[in-house]
């Protein structure tokens, strides 16, 4: 499985992780992969002190960090995350709130206790991921990636004078051409089939036309893989590597609540929907009433990000409560049908290169007679 991605960031295979959550970074870089911390989640504050952790647990392997910089960002700023919230509730219309109130007593969500805030995803404003740039390079991370575009050419340039390499994502060919243009270093090639974000490629075609029209330029295939097959599949559609991000979910060192991992082991590959009702933006995720709810043409439909988020925190704070498995918000691609048990990140890895290993063996017997 050895790739001139493995050189480049001395790992033993060229399987990168995207997480939210520091314990699955640490145990895939130290079983010989490369953990990625996805940033978007967090305040400044907060990934700082999840940065130390992971120095402090990692054993000195390699590690990345994952921002989203939209390339049309909204224009918001403030001294405090408060201030941003704020700024951002107050563009939201009358409509809007009144649906979401509706769905509350729709499905009967008991109320947050006295006290406790919704809060609401910022990292992807401008002003909040340029501070968690800051924060990633002040520790010994080797690669920042981008989610929604080539992150701008002053972090690009940051990064490169503190030696960290630049990946961005793409769901096409000519994003991701864009992207090498703009000075990133790897690109990885994201399918329909992926969860969180994604387009309407599917990463069997879109692999090889992202590898054709970058060269040389590293690709990693991304989106349904979840097996050494699927390795060995983007290994032969050209990819220097994969990028999993689903298959970390049902980890035991994954942050999933109890009721998101019920959901995620009982679902089949056909129970997803790309849905704009979490962030705005087209995103895979398990479908169910909540997402029903936002593609009723009925009602008003998703607002852009960074708005459709903040109007939605007090739901999707009062769902999480509720542990009720058929309303939680449950990121993940389709690759979700083969997620049946929960194992530890080292098993996991250990299977991917094992089954990797018999698959391209078993394909040069094939050749061989
Ligand atoms: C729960 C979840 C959240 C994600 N959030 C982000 C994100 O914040 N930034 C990002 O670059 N990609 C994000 N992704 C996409 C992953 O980086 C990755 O490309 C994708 O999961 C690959 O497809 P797979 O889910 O089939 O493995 C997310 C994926 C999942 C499943």
């Not at 769905?103 to 006295?114: H, T, V």
């Not at 036309?209 to 097996?227: F, K, M, N, Q, R």
């Not at 690759?335 to 394909?363: F, K, S």
């Amino acid at each position: 499985m050895r790739t001139p991605l493995c050189d480049m960031f001395g790992i033993e295979y060229p399987i990168f992780a995207f997480t939210h959550c520091r314990d699955v970074v640490a145990a895939v870089s130290k079983a010989g992969g490369f953990g990625v911390l996805g940033a978007v989640g967090f305040s400044p504050e907060q990934l700082e002190i999840e940065l130390d952790w992971i120095d402090d647990n990692i054993d000195g392997k390699p590690y990345g960090v994952d921002t989203v910089m939209p390339q049309k960002a909204v224009d918001v700023h403030g001294e405090s995350a408060d201030d941003v919230l704020d700024q951002i509730r107050s563009m939201i219309d009358a409509n809007h709130w009144r649906y979401v109130d509706e769905l509350m007593d729709r499905f009967d969500l008991p109320p947050l206790p006295e006290g406790e805030k919704p809060g609401g995803v910022i990292g992807w404003t401008d002003e909040v991921a340029h501070r968690h740039v800051e924060i990633a390079l002040a520790h010994p991370i080797k690669l920042i990636a981008n989610a929604l575009g080539s992150p701008p050419k002053d972090v690009i340039d940051q990064a490169h004078d503190h030696g960290v390499k630049v990946a961005a994502l793409a769901g096409k060919a000519v994003h991701a051409h864009r992207h090498v243009q703009n000075g990133v270093d790897i690109v990885v090639a994201q399918g329909y089939e992926a969860g969180g974000h994604t387009g309407e490629i599917s990463t069997m075609v879109l692999v090889p036309e992202v590898v054709d029209a970058v060269a040389p330029t590293p690709v990693l295939a991304a989106g349904g893989i979840g097996s050494g097959r699927q390795i060995a599949a983007a290994m032969a559609l050209g990819a220097q590597g994969v990028w999993l991000g689903s298959l970390w979910l049902t980890t035991a060192e994954s942050g999933s609540s109890p009721a998101v991992l019920e959901a995620y082991l009982g679902a089949t590959s056909a129970d997803t929907v790309r849905s704009r009702c979490y962030t705005g933006k087209p995103a895979r995720m398990l479908r169910n009433a909540w997402t029903d709810a936002w593609a009723d043409p009925e009602g008003p439909g998703p607002l852009g990000m960074p708005l459709q988020n903040i109007l939605t925190s007090e739901a999707n704070a009062r769902i999480a409560r509720s542990s009720r498995p058929d309303l939680q918000f449950a990121p993940v691609g389709q690759v979700v049908g083969r997620m049946n048990d929960v194992r530890p990140v080292r098993d996991v890895m250990y299977q991917l290169v094992e089954e990797y290993i018999e698959t391209t063996e078993r394909l040069h017997q094939g050749l061989e007679g």
